[in-house]
């Protein structure tokens, strides 16, 4: 009887032990969001390269260095162009609206033309060239010469709470410098309160360059045989 009384005693440690266990891996992760801090951790993709512009906007479209970013990223090249989607980006800052700047990926002056690139300030992205090609989010910042990651825009850091938030078309995104983006989409950017900057903005813009009604669209169209380089374009004005 003692015997049994001590075994017992014995095996009290060893349920302990597997209590503390399983209560530890119930324990968050650093992906999630912390509700007294207001603030998230989050793993992703950040991109390098050199020249990219860490200060908090707006951004200029960053020439000097783009040519070794381009040699990084491996873009497919542009001419006779048969695949022609858009985009749309919008970033605030405390629900300001930051200008995508105009030009990214094109230098008219020194005859460089990216296949992902921007022709004004209104935030439509051009994914143009010769064959489909699954352009990401944190392509685009690159060639811009911005820096981005899960939880960093530029000199903005931080994510949740009154920091960073990311949108595409109304819906969290996460791990944004990964995403691949596709024809029409709405992407929306906002430093500070969640509440502070519209998740699903207008693309009235957006739309009238996929209809061809705007003057700096060049192809409207995936899949047009006739479809134009949009370098005379950004670089000439009408006259």
């Not at 000097?64 to 873009?75: C, D, K, N, S, V």
């Not at 004004?120 to 992205?125: A, C, E, F, P, Y």
Request: proline letters at 7%; glycine letters at 12%; one cysteine or more.
């Amino acid at each position: 009887m003692r015997r049994r009384a001590v075994q017992a005693l014995a095996a009290v440690p060893a349920a302990v032990a597997v209590l503390l266990l399983l209560a530890g891996c119930g324990s968050s992760s650093p992906a999630t969001t912390s509700a007294t801090a207001g603030t998230a951790t989050a793993p992703g993709l950040v991109i390098t390269g050199p020249g990219l512009q860490t200060s908090q906007g707006p951004w200029p479209a960053e020439y000097a260095h783009l040519p070794e970013r381009r040699a990084e990223l491996g873009l497919p090249p542009v001419g006779n162009e048969k695949f022609h989607i858009h985009a749309a980006l919008h970033i605030y800052n405390e629900g300001l609206l930051i200008p995508v700047a105009a030009l990214i990926g094109l230098e008219p002056s020194k005859g460089i033309e990216t296949s992902l690139h921007t022709h004004d300030s209104t935030g439509v992205i051009h994914m143009e060239t010769v064959r489909p090609y699954k352009f990401t989010l944190g392509e685009f910042f690159k060639v811009w010469g911005v820096k981005l990651g899960p939880e960093q825009v530029g000199g903005f850091k931080g994510l949740g709470g009154d920091k960073l938030h990311f949108y595409v078309n109304g819906h969290v995104l996460t791990d944004p410098a990964a995403y691949v983006m596709h024809n029409g989409d709405n992407i929306s950017i906002g430093y500070g309160a969640d509440s502070s900057f519209p998740h699903s903005p207008g693309t009235q813009l957006l739309r009238e360059v996929e209809a061809g009604k705007a003057g700096l669209n060049c192809s409207a169209t995936t899949t047009s045989k006739k479809a134009k380089s949009c370098m005379l374009k950004a670089g000439s004005k009408k006259k």
